[in-house]
């Protein structure tokens, strides 16, 4: 059993340009992850030669008002136009959509019971359309701890309940990890309980938010932990570089590359 192991291209080798960091990374051996689309060109992205593992699946819209569910959907599927383009299978949603610093454009207080409905239908729509066009959508969990306060439905037991809600092979969970060791921990129960569902797993340490092996986790009994429970999917550094990017690269390529007979490399 292996993980394709992933390398987000917006948060490493940060002194260059968005196509040479690409390259970077794709000469490294690893699948790439972006963000945003709407200001990239995704000719220029495919002629890199790099497999496009995960980007985000919307551009505005929320998942508990009609007019923000219909925002979404519409811009979910311009979204699956360019991640077409780009031979991405993988489009990723939060419970609303972020601005600037990643603090949502519609914070709530207090999810209602009435908003846990209207965001299963929403996701529901978001399945339908995936399974139209052969792309699965993942609902990834945040933390309100310290990057996205407001945002709701951001804990990974939400994520999981509206993803299972659904049930849906277009609908996924993405586990980010990082996001999870700071609003729940418990992090290798949490794997087993969600791995059913999950559709890629994103990583990185605590405090600082960088390369496995820089903070708090033990990441080689996290990885462990997947291996255990059955995933061979996606597990994709969404971190920064504590120093040379180069260098926080292997870092994450030495804990997550697997040894069929011991596991995890120590």
Not at 115 to 133: D, N, P, S, V, Y
Not at 217 to 240: I, Q, T
Request: glycine share 10%; with cysteine.
């Amino acid at each position: 059993m292996s993980f394709t192991l992933a390398v987000c291209a917006e948060m490493v080798f940060a002194d260059l340009p968005l196509l040479e960091r690409i390259e970077h990374i794709h000469e490294a051996g690893f699948a790439v992850e972006i963000w945003g689309w709407t200001d990239k060109d995704a000719a220029a992205l495919a002629a890199t030669g790099a497999a496009f593992t995960s980007m985000t699946g919307y551009v505005a819209g929320d998942l508990i008002t009609p007019d923000g569910a219909d925002e979404l959907v519409r811009t979910a599927a311009a979204s699956i136009a360019f991640a077409q383009e780009i031979g991405c299978p993988s489009l990723n949603l939060h419970g609303t959509g972020l601005g600037e610093g990643g603090l949502p454009l519609r914070p709530v207080e207090v999810v209602t019971g009435d908003m846990w409905l209207a965001a299963r239908r929403t996701l529901g729509r978001i399945a339908e359309l995936g399974e139209r066009h052969g792309v699965t959508f993942v609902l990834e969990n945040l933390n309100t701890e310290v990057d996205h306060p407001g945002t709701p439905f951001a804990r990974a037991a939400d994520t999981l309940a509206l993803v299972s809600a659904v049930d849906s092979p277009h609908l996924r969970m993405n586990l980010d990890l990082y996001h999870a060791q700071i609003g729940e921990g418990n992090l290798v129960e949490l794997i087993r309980r969600s791995v059913p569902h999950l559709g890629e797993v994103q990583v990185a340490d605590v405090p600082g938010r960088c390369e496995p092996g820089t903070g708090e986790v033990r990441w080689p009994f996290v990885a462990r932990a997947l291996v255990d429970a059955g995933y061979d999917g996606v597990v994709a550094m969404e971190a920064f570089a504590s120093g040379d990017s180069h260098l926080a690269l292997e870092r994450f390529r030495q804990v997550f590359t697997i040894d069929p007979q011991q596991g995890c490399r120590p």
